[in-house]
């Protein structure tokens, strides 16, 4: 081929491409929503908003799509249709359809409590355990506030964290209203996964996916980031913007670890609009779309002139804006910000995806667009929404001022930063790690809490607060045992419970058989017999009309606690003098007790 006939042939291939892109913009949709462009680009001036993709459906086909702004700044790389972004609390909507896919298959039913089908599965209290139904997953009514700093750049598995939800404290009663709760919808993939016999993951991927031929998706920020076309999140730091890293939030994927593209979603909105099918295939039944998008729950917050209360069915939020009735979910995950919306009555639906953290723009584009498309009175969402933004930040910094705690003056640590140190756990909080290190010559406490490393400064007394990061502001209170050891660290990380206790963990020692030889022998406590003795390299102690005990060595010199959990507290401490015991000390809750060697 000569190079006219090249060049010719690739006008013909960028004619066919513009109008094939063209032709997926409906004329009375684009007629309504001229000036639409400018708008945005306006707001996203105004908001500081890298990225936007949007996409609306209208009568089962695309009206509009367009991609606006980069997805990466610093090449300056647009974003396009095909741009994928973490639409992160947007995919609860497809974990309920794949619990409802399972109801549809029989083998689940949406009102049988989960322990008929994870006979271990243990909440707070024993009545909500026995009476937790699916439903109840999906429709935030458990009792539990979100606990989010339990899972939030954790390194638990998701089993883990399912085994753990029994040790998170309620704030209301069960069924008592709606508290949203990113980790009763992980249950919910737990769920899925175990009744189906393949993950989650799987079930989006094949019953999902497949049939809908969103083949530019993924359940995985590690997916994401094989992504040719893939947008960079960012966020706002002191007036400026700056790539923010992904987070994987695996462990709680159906809470919100899918990625996709307007391309793709647009299909997904296809199918709530068209009753659960996708070009005539049915792909989760009309009983259970009208089960997901009616009322289960009232979300807290009063109704405005534009919009009426809201309400939480399964996956979605339910509403009236401006008298049409509205299902939506938004989604904010580090970097990124999106939602999904339709209106049934008028089978219209948008999703707007973004790479700014935490940003309202989603909300102002929708309400801009509904407003075009139903010929309604013009409001200025953007403008609106900065007037009260600026509001809310002046309150904000006037609530803090006035609330922000003053530490005592002239007091210190009652003991050497060096005692703070260890390992702090809570069974399903998990674990910090307090270290000593050398920071510009001085002594610094870090807190190393699941992936976050933190500056520990002193506050007052034993109190230390947080200096940077997500965490700023955070105190950690450290109480001592009746040894004058730091023994626990508490710290309010959830509003409305108790303080979260990470108890201290006592390091094990590996101690050799020869080395436990100098604590064996018979010791004397108050005329009765104690015997210390070796059984398949554990040092046991027995006495009299008592079981057998098994110990175990701790890194504290010549220390070792019970391995019993009803003896939890319990120590043993051995004087040892030229290699060899002199005494065994039995430290208790109501004393300290020391036998003498016979």
């Not at 359809?97 to 909440?123: A, H, M, N, R, S």
């Not at 004397?524 to 027995?542: D, F, I, N, P, Y």
Request: charged share 25%; hydrophobic share 35%.
């Amino acid at each position: 081929m000569n190079k006219k006939n090249l060049l010719l042939a690739f006008l013909l291939f960028c004619l066919s491409f513009s109008l094939g892109a063209f032709a997926q913009q409906d004329k009375a949709v684009a007629k309504k929503l001229k000036g639409i462009d400018k708008y945005i680009e306006r707001a996203m001036k105004d908001w500081k908003v890298p990225g936007v993709a949007m996409v609306i459906v209208k009568d089962g086909k695309v009206a509009y799509q367009k991609g606006y702004g980069y997805r990466n700044v610093a090449k300056k790389l647009p974003v396009t249709p095909q741009t994928q972004f973490a639409i992160g609390s947007s995919s609860k909507a497809f974990t309920a359809t794949t619990v409802c896919q399972l109801v549809d298959d029989g083998v689940l039913d949406l009102d049988k409590p989960i322990k008929e089908y994870l006979p271990d599965f243990k909440l707070y209290n024993d009545f909500v355990t026995n009476h937790m139904t699916p439903r109840d997953l999906l429709c935030h009514r458990s009792g539990l506030p979100r606990h989010d700093l339990a899972w939030y750049g954790s390194d638990f598995t998701r089993e883990e964290l399912y085994k753990n939800l029994h040790h998170l404290e309620a704030t209301q009663g069960f069924r008592e209203g709606w508290q949203y709760q990113n980790l009763m919808f992980m249950t919910a993939g737990y769920l899925v996964g175990k009744v189906s016999g393949k993950s989650w993951e799987k079930n989006v991927q094949e019953r999902i996916f497949k049939p809908l031929g969103m083949s530019n998706s993924n359940l995985s920020v590690e997916g994401l980031k094989k992504a040719t076309n893939r947008a960079i999140g960012y966020n706002d730091k002191e007036e400026k913007i700056e790539p923010m890293p992904y987070r994987n939030i695996d462990v709680v994927g159906p809470a919100g670890s899918i990625n996709s593209t307007i391309e793709d979603m647009a299909k997904w909105v296809m199918l709530q609009l068209n009753k659960g099918k996708y070009e005539k295939k049915k792909v989760v039944s009309e009983g259970m779309i009208t089960q997901m998008h009616r009322p289960h729950t009232i979300v807290p917050g009063g109704a405005t002139k534009e919009q009426f209360y809201t309400n939480y069915g399964l996956g979605w939020f339910i509403t009236s804006y401006r008298g049409q009735l509205l299902v939506h979910h938004g989604g904010n995950i580090d970097g990124f910000s999106a939602l999904v919306a339709f209106l049934p009555k008028d089978n219209i639906g948008m999703v707007i995806l973004t790479n700014k953290n935490a940003t309202p723009i989603p909300n102002i584009i929708r309400n801009e667009v509904v407003d075009r498309l139903k010929g309604l009175s013009d409001i200025d969402w953007s403008k609106k929404g900065l007037k009260r933004l600026k509001k809310a930040q002046e309150a904000a910094k006037k609530a803090e001022k006035d609330a922000k705690e003053k530490p005592v003056a002239n007091t210190k640590p009652s003991h050497p930063l060096k005692d703070y140190t260890g390992q702090y756990k809570h069974p399903a909080y998990g674990q910090i790690n307090i270290v000593l290190k050398k920071d510009q010559g001085k002594e610094q406490l870090k807190a190393q809490y699941h992936t976050f490393d933190l500056n520990v400064n002193h506050f007052h007394y034993d109190v230390f607060e947080v200096g940077e990061g997500p965490f700023k502001g955070v105190k950690l209170q450290f109480t001592m045992n009746t040894k004058g050891e730091m023994q626990k660290i508490s710290s309010e990380l959830q509003a409305g419970v108790d303080p979260i206790e990470f108890e201290r963990v006592q390091e094990k020692a590996a101690l050799s058989e020869a080395s436990l030889d100098r604590y064996l022998g018979e010791y004397e406590l108050r005329g009765a017999t104690v015997k210390v003795w070796k059984r398949k390299g554990s040092l046991m102690v027995t006495l009299p009309n008592q079981p057998d005990w098994e110990l175990v060595a701790l890194k504290k010199a010549h220390t070792f606690n019970f391995k019993d959990k009803r003896l939890k507290g319990y120590q043993m401490i051995f004087k040892v003098e030229k290699d060899k015991a002199s005494e065994a000390a039995f430290h208790q809750p109501n004393g300290v007790f020391t036998a003498k060697r016979k």
